[in-house]
T-cell receptor
Framework: AQSVSQHNHHVILSEAASLELGCNYS??????LFWYVQYPGQHLQLLLK??????LVKGIKGFEAEFIKSKFSFNLRKPSVQWSDTAEYFC??????????FGTGTRLQVFP | DAMVIQNPRYQVTQFGKPVTLSCSQT?????MYWYQQKSSQAPKLLFH???????NEADTPDNFQSRRPNTSFCFLDIRSPGLGDAAMYLC?????????????FGDGTRLSIL
């Protein structure tokens, strides 16, 4: 079955540390990939997306993600996190249909 | 300004008592989605409307139904809630269907079952 896996369930970092959140999908065909962020008490917001072209995608607030087709991965990165990045991060894939398949999310806590 | 509005934010109902969750949007989007998100799990699509066309996911229980009386509003009806239906329910919209269309989410309604 098609699925999206986020192996890091809870990540704790200090400010200025670098961040990488893993995302893997299981599907051999064309996929569109997304990262959504949910700040405490707020709704899910689109952080960045990949459809085609340059596999390195830049999003808002200094985030970027790299699509590596051979690894079925779309990891999210940020060189230096801030306290305001504390949130839950969801990877999602649009696979073959109009449906988004979400991962279970990674809770990021950043301490000053 | 909130563009996808879900009411109420918190809903408590009794086991077996029908409940309706509402969603409205100011974006004039064609597509409206309902997701169920249980604790520590991924949001799971229940169904979506493209205009008036209803699209049910194969594994959505019959207990869950939806209505879309007009472009702006969409309702989620749970006919006989069970304890396992306690979850966050998310409404989302997109301008049209297609993998390149970002979805805009509401704040969700957290449903508790007594």
């Amino acid at each position: 079955a098609q699925s999206v896996s986020q192996h890091n369930h809870h990540v704790i970092l200090s400010e200025a540390a670098s961040l990488e959140l893993g995302c893997n999908y299981s599907y051999g065909g064309t996929v569109n990939l997304f990262w959504y962020v949910q700040y405490p008490g707020q709704h899910l917001q689109l952080l960045l997306k990949y459809f085609s072209g340059d596999p390195l995608v830049k999003g808002i607030k200094g985030f970027e993600a790299e699509f590596i087709k051979s690894k079925f991965s779309f990891n999210l990165r940020k060189p230096s996190v801030q306290w305001s990045d504390t949130a839950e991060y969801f990877c999602a894939a649009g696979i073959n249909t109009d449906k988004l398949i979400f991962g279970t999310g990674t809770r990021l806590q950043v301490f000053p | 300004d909130a563009m996808v509005i879900q009411n109420p934010r918190y809903q408590v109902t009794q086991f077996g008592k029908p409940v309706t969750l509402s969603c409205s949007q100011t974006l004039n989007h064609n597509v409206m989605y309902w997701y169920q998100q249980k604790s520590s799990q991924a949001p799971k699509l229940l169904f979506h409307y493209y205009d008036k066309d209803f699209n049910n996911e194969a594994d959505t229980p019959d207990n869950f139904q939806s209505r879309r009386p007009n472009t702006s509003f969409c309702f989620l009806d749970i006919r006989s809630p069970g304890l396992g239906d306690a979850a966050m329910y998310l409404c989302a919209t997109s301008r049209k269907t297609g993998l390149d269309q970002p979805q805009h989410f509401g704040d969700g309604t957290r449903l508790s079952i007594l």
